[in-house]
Antibody, heavy 114, light 112 residues
Framework: EVQLVESGGGLVQPGASLKLSCVAS????????MSWVRQTPGKTMEWIGD????????NYAPSLKNRFTISRDNAKSTLYLQMSNVRSEDTATYYC???????WGQGVMVTVSS | DVVMTQTPVSLSLAIGQPASISCKSS???????????LNWILQRPGQSPKRLIY???KLYSEVPDRFSGSGSETEFTLKISRVEAEDLGVYYC?????????FGGGTKLELK
């Protein structure tokens, strides 16, 4: 059974940094591109970016490229999202997804507020 | 960015009725590979999204055949032949042809 389990969310102050993790199981992690998607409190879905199976290439939403970094550790079957200089509009539930968004984690909430 | 427009915003239907959701894109979703990467997901209340349909009309293995997808270029439709209680939730279309990937605003299916 494919499982994706995110962690690392919480309340963070504007301008701070935060790193989310996603541990994958039930499939060969190193064979798949992986993505991050976020859902705002108003339920709008926004694709953040993705990373190639070997970690050698990434794509990002242009609006987030300068502040968000996606990485992975295939030995740990773990996907990461490094968020920097966070803003109130980054408040959302963040989902880890497999290639083609065919599997989603349970999501982790990030709240940016002072 | 490709803008995905879904209609209606909400649907109120009785069990057994058919449902139809439209998704229109601001650009053609036909890729250079000849494939069209228009997909549908369902988010049930309190849950994370689940896969439904990929490449316009291909159902994932666990999806009941009362669901169907159709369309081309910029206009797409998700249909449910007979709504069941487990179909409640918000349906999103999303495109994987162009970067960045983009989503429709969602269609909420409620029981009448």
């Amino acid at each position: 059974e494919v499982q994706l389990v995110e962690s690392g969310g919480g309340l963070v102050q504007p301008g701070a940094s935060l790193k989310l993790s996603c541990v994958a199981s039930g499939f060969t992690f190193s064979d798949y591109w992986m993505s991050w998607v976020r859902q705002t409190p108003g339920k709008t879905m926004e694709w953040i970016g993705d990373i190639k199976y070997d970690g050698s290439y990434t794509n990002y939403a242009p609006s987030l490229k300068n502040r968000f970094t996606i990485s992975r550790d295939n030995a740990k079957s773990t996907l990461y999202l490094q968020m920097s200089n966070v803003r109130s509009e980054d408040t959302a539930t963040y989902y880890c997804t497999r290639q083609h968004l065919d599997y989603w984690g349970q999501g982790v909430m990030v709240t940016v507020s002072s | 960015d490709v803008v995905m427009t879904q209609t209606p915003v909400s649907l109120s239907l009785a069990i057994g009725q058919p449902a139809s959701i439209s998704c229109k894109s601001s650009q053609s979703l036909l890729g250079t590979s000849g494939k069209t990467f228009l997909n549908w997901i369902l988010q049930r209340p309190g849950q994370s999204p689940k896969r439904l349909i990929y490449q316009v009309s291909k159902l994932y293995s666990e999806v009941p055949d009362r669901f169907s997808g159709s369309g081309s270029e910029t206009e797409f439709t998700l249909k449910i032949s007979r709504v069941e209680a487990e179909d409640l939730g918000v349906y999103y279309c999303w495109q994987g042809t162009h970067f960045p990937r983009t989503f429709g605003g969602g269609t909420k299916l409620e029981l009448k």
